[in-house]
């Protein structure tokens, strides 16, 4: 998964994790999966942040130990400014020890998830 942010009028593809931030079931408000979390902001009135609710909903039950976690944006934003989310949806996914390990802006296509939960696990 890839996130992109604008620069000087120009979309730049950025990789990479987040410096192994961790997070755990208090900062997430539910708890994590065994094997790997899908973390979804959102906010109320996102068109895409409901499909992308329904793609992780639907990896999360095809893969056992991952869990779906959905965080309003709008009622956790010491958390969004924290791991510094630019726009809803934004999609973490953490492995089993709660480390950030892959992050994309946007609604993801479902193999997109299913290939990032590849580095989780």
């Known amino acids: 998964m890839q996130v992109l942010h604008k620069r000087r009028n120009r979309r730049v593809p950025v990789r990479g994790r987040d410096d192994g931030k961790r997070l755990g079931a208090a900062e997430l408000g539910g708890e994590l999966g065994e094997r790997a979390t899908l973390v979804q902001f959102s906010s109320a009135f996102c068109a895409p942040c409901r499909a992308t609710r329904r793609i992780l909903g639907e990896v999360a039950a095809m893969v056992p130990g991952v869990t779906h976690v959905e965080i309003?944006?709008?009622?956790?934003?010491?958390?969004?400014?924290?791991?510094?989310?630019?726009?809803?949806p934004t999609v973490l996914v953490l492995d089993g020890d709660g480390r950030v390990v892959r992050r994309a802006?946007?609604?993801?296509?479902?193999?997109?998830v299913i290939?990032?939960?590849g580095e989780a696990v």
């Open 72 to 88: 309003d944006a709008e009622a956790r934003l010491d958390l969004v400014r924290e791991l510094g989310i630019l726009k809803t």
């Open 105 to 112: 802006a946007g609604q993801p296509r479902k193999a997109d």
């Open 115 to 117: 290939a990032a939960l």
